[in-house]
């Protein structure tokens, strides 16, 4: 091997990253079709947002489809509107509209221990990993479900 020279940043060297992100990009859209497509054509926002009667935004779900799967990144509901079903109801709809308009066969979310993965787990969620001490004293989990006859 050639002499090598590390180099050891402590703040972001975004030209560096950007080109780690891109090379790895790279090799993944030489190694698989999919992530090539999903590349090219990006993965496809569906959001649901909840607003109070005074157009104030109340709860939300952020979320995209891309191979057959909802990803859902986030859902909130504000504090006075939890435990009212408000919660289920936008997951629900994304679930639906997922499933019927996208042809989405199963959905993927993480939360953390200190979050709500109860909810998750009530509405057919299952927990498929789990990162114990991250962050320190909880967990991160990533859980699924299947869409369809058996889900919604």
């Known amino acids: 091997m050639s002499t090598l020279n590390l180099q050891i940043n402590d703040t972001a060297d975004d030209d560096l990253r950007e080109q780690v992100v891109k090379q790895l990009r790279t090799f993944n859209d030489q190694t698989s079709q999919w992530h090539r497509d999903i590349r090219a054509e990006g993965g496809k926002p569906l959001d649901v947002f909840a ?30 509107h939890r435990h009212t079903g408000l919660g289920s109801l936008l997951l629900l709809e994304a679930e639906t509209r997922a499933l019927e308009e996208r042809h989405c066969r199963q959905v993927k979310l993480s939360t953390f221990s200190f979050q709500a993965p109860g ?28 869409l369809g006859p058996a889900g919604v």
């Open 51 to 80: 607003f109070d009667e005074h157009s104030e935004l109340i709860g939300g779900l952020v979320s995209e489809t891309y191979w057959g799967w909802l990803d859902i990144d986030y859902l909130w509901v504000a504090e006075p």
């Open 119 to 146: 909810f998750y787990q009530n509405l057919g969620y299952r927990v498929v990993g789990e990162l114990s001490g991250y962050p320190p004293g909880a967990s991160m989990l990533w859980l699924r479900k299947e």
